[in-house]
Structures are given as C-alpha cells and as structure tokens.
C-alpha cells in the first residue's frame, strides 16, 4: 500500500497523538516499566498536538495508508539541553510504523525534512537518537548527520542515553 506524506490539519491531532504513542511503543515500549511508558506518553494529547499543528514555529506532516495514520515527522524549536548555533531547528520526532519499515518512504519523508528546514531559513538540524537504535543511526548518517555528543532521554524515571547529531544546511 502506497504512503503519503501531507500536513496534518487541527482534525487529525487525535490521529497524530495515537500514531505518536503507537509507534513510540512499537519501537521501544520493551525498554521500559508500565508506569515510565505510560508517564511519558502522557504528552502526547490531542490539544497537545493540536497546539503544535497551529504553531508556526512547527512544521509537521502525517504518513498515511489508505487514509490512516502509519507515522509522522515534526521540526520544532530546538528543546536539546544545550544552546545550539544561531538558525537551527530540531528534527522533534519522526517515526514509521515498522510494516513501512524498509520502504524507501523514509528517505522521503527526511527530503521533506531538510528541504523544510533549508526553506524557513536554518543553518542547522539537530535531532536525538537513542544509543542502541543503530538503524536509525546508520539512516540519519547517510543522511549527512554527524554526531555531536551524547543526551540524556527520559522516559518517565528511566534514563536513556541518545546521542544528538547535527546537519549542517
């Protein structure tokens, strides 16, 4: 089934909000206690997200298959602990469900990424990608990321290690 990538409108921050929780358990609910999964997935509401969809300083688009959500990237403000350069943004999320893993739809959907990034006028994109998440580390290097250092991710209480990359624009 073919995927298509569009800009969400305020009616499907319900679907982005599920499709957020779904595919963050998906990937990594295993990692983590009942209680830390379920306190970090708290954030994503639909008024969350549909505060973010209203917000210029976002720039978001939602995957679909036959019209239903299979996953979704958003660039926001960066929210690293650190202050990057002047004109940077944050690839915030972007995850697939795993039956569109392998697709090619990804490369895609990180065309979109810098090509939208390079348009609102940024120099650099940073994102976070968990240490064990070598797929995801290998994509992000094709891609021209390079790592800068390693983050500390919270899921609830637990404590992950990510490492943050950077492209330059």
């Known amino acids: ?7 969400p409108t305020p009616a ?12 963050f358990t998906e990937t990594f609910g295993h990692l983590y206690a009942p209680e830390d999964l379920a306190a970090f997935l708290e954030q994503h509401t639909p008024e969350a997200w549909a505060a973010q969809i209203a917000d210029p300083a976002y720039a978001i688009r939602i ?11 958003k660039l926001g403000p960066p929210s690293l602990p650190f202050t990057p350069e002047q004109g940077a943004i944050e690839l915030r999320q972007f995850y697939l469900l795993r039956p569109h893993h392998g697709t090619g739809f990804a490369a895609e959907i990180m065309d979109w990424v810098i090509a939208e990034a390079r348009t609102r006028g940024h120099q650099a994109l940073y994102l976070s990608v968990f240490t064990d998440n070598h797929r995801a580390r290998r994509f992000y290097a ?16 637990h404590e992950d290690e990510d490492i943050v990359m950077r492209l330059a624009l």
């Open 12 to 23: 499907d921050a319900s679907a982005l909000a599920a499709a957020a929780r779904d595919t």
């Open 142 to 157: 094709r891609h021209g990321f390079e790592e800068v250092g390693p983050y500390a991710f919270k899921v609830g209480n």
């Open 63 to 73: 995957a679909e298959a036959d019209g239903t959500a299979a996953g979704y990237v």
């Open 1 to 7: 089934m073919p995927l298509t990538l569009r800009a």
